[in-house]
């Protein structure tokens, strides 16, 4: 049997199912597509994937394409229609099954339908939810449609009657036969219509992508500096790399497994000191699977004005208000510093990220999508479900059961209380 794995949110060896599952065949190769749909422009007039992501996403292909070679897996790389490219490569390779993540958003679906109307009907396509912490199939409600509306409610059953799977292990090394030179090439920044980002000494995340990069996260987070006992005292920090674990990105294109980072969070436990810290930042790992347990239950509701909730508000839009809003130029400096932060690196704090669109939803009562939408544009971590379900969430059209508002005068008074972030990014003299 000739198998191959389709890259696409798994981008790892270790703890994937999809790889585990297609190596019990006799040949096995990978490819992964940098699919044309993600470097357009999206519904709201930003490219869905800007500079900051993609140089990411190239360094963690490159990981993975290296990590594949020890184990003489070849992996092909293409730029362009997944629909063109991988019906070619199936025929040529005489491929009898493809082993692929299982992804249900919209652009996600359309591709893989996109690609199966271009494959002889024999190809078989295995999908595996490979990307949470509790499986599905070991969650305690009978349907994605039982999915609480509450996280606290969520949370709590999955934490009193489901189970974690234990790490998967890839040790197969596949005969040098197995192998082939694919002549493909990984693109650039250039190659995908983008300029290369410069960097800013300040970023909090100054980490490249891959596997091994994550792997080395952990080792520091956790075991070097031991920062994981002080998680929680310390995650709604603003300045500096080590606030939080920063471990997003990667779970995101999926570098790492949130099981990976589980398990070796009960090993620091274990090993070195077990307290609320350590257990915040699996309480995080459950958020991430709440917000794709809501995605699998509503759909394409998420990215509907209205949301999860069906909820009617007047929402207005200004060009001049979402430009000053991305500039960082509106009247609150906690606001701008923290726009300005994502538009130099990418990357912006929990607490940023809450404040910002507090203030653009609610404060200002501008449409909630062209907020989630600019954060999905430059959002070196972008997840599609926890970015438009945390947008949902602080726009009052998802899971918030209390509806809040943030005063953001007074978050910057109790996080920023020396003005310390403020002036990393609003003292012109640093541009």
């Known amino acids: ?143 994605f449609q039982e999915i609480p509306k509450v996280f606290t409610h969520f949370r709590k059953k999955c934490e009193k009657l489901s189970e974690i799977r234990p790490f998967k292990k890839f040790n197969k090394v596949f005969p040098h036969s197995n192998f082939i030179q694919t002549q493909t090439e990984i693109p650039s920044l250039m190659d995908l219509g983008l300029s290369e980002p410069e960097i800013d000494s300040r970023t909090a995340f100054p980490f490249k992508g891959g596997e091994a990069q994550a792997l080395k996260r952990i080792n520091e987070y956790f075991w070097e500096t031991q920062k994981l006992a002080y998680y929680k005292k310390t995650r709604n920090g603003l300045v500096g790399t080590d606030y939080s674990s920063k471990l997003s990105a990667w779970l995101a294109n999926g570098s790492i497994s949130p099981r990976t980072i589980f398990w070796e969070v009960k090993k620091f436990e274990k090993e070195i000191k077990k307290n609320q810290d350590t257990y915040w930042l699996i309480f995080e790992l459950i958020w991430r699977d709440f917000f794709k347990y809501v995605s699998l239950k509503h759909s394409s509701k998420i990215f509907h004005i209205d949301g999860i909730l069906d909820k009617k508000y007047d929402w207005n839009f200004d060009k001049k208000m979402l430009d000053s809003w991305i500039s960082g130029t509106t009247n609150l400096p906690f606001i701008n510093a923290n726009m300005k932060e994502i538009a130099q690196t990418g990357w912006m704090s929990n607490r940023g990220r809450q404040n910002v669109a507090s203030y653009w939803s609610k404060e200002v009562e501008q449409d909630w999508r062209y907020g989630a939408a600019y954060f999905e544009s430059l959002l070196i971590d972008y997840d599609v479900h926890s970015n438009w379900g945390n947008w949902m969430y602080n726009s009052g059209v998802g899971n918030d059961p209390r509806d809040r508002k943030f005063n953001s005068n007074l978050q910057a008074e109790r996080y920023d209380p020396n003005g310390k972030f403020q002036n990393l990014w609003l003292q012109e003299s640093l541009f």
């Open 1 to 143: 049997m000739n198998n191959l794995v389709w890259f696409r949110n798994d981008l790892r060896v270790q703890d994937n199912v999809s790889l585990l599952k297609a190596s019990e065949g006799e040949h096995l190769i990978g490819v992964y597509c940098f699919d044309s749909m993600y470097f357009k422009e999206g519904d709201f007039g930003f490219k869905k994937t800007e500079r900051f992501r993609a140089k990411f996403l190239i360094e963690s292909i490159k990981d993975l394409s290296e990590n594949l070679k020890k184990h003489n897996i070849p992996l092909f790389i293409y730029m362009g229609s997944s629909s063109k490219f991988i019906p070619q490569l199936i025929e040529n390779q005489n491929i009898n099954t493809v082993y692929l993540q299982k992804e249900w958003t919209r652009d996600e679906n359309q591709i893989l339908n996109s690609v199966k109307k271009e494959v002889d009907h024999s190809i078989e396509f295995k999908e595996s939810f490979n990307q949470f912490l509790y499986h599905p199939k070991d969650i305690p409600f009978a349907s």
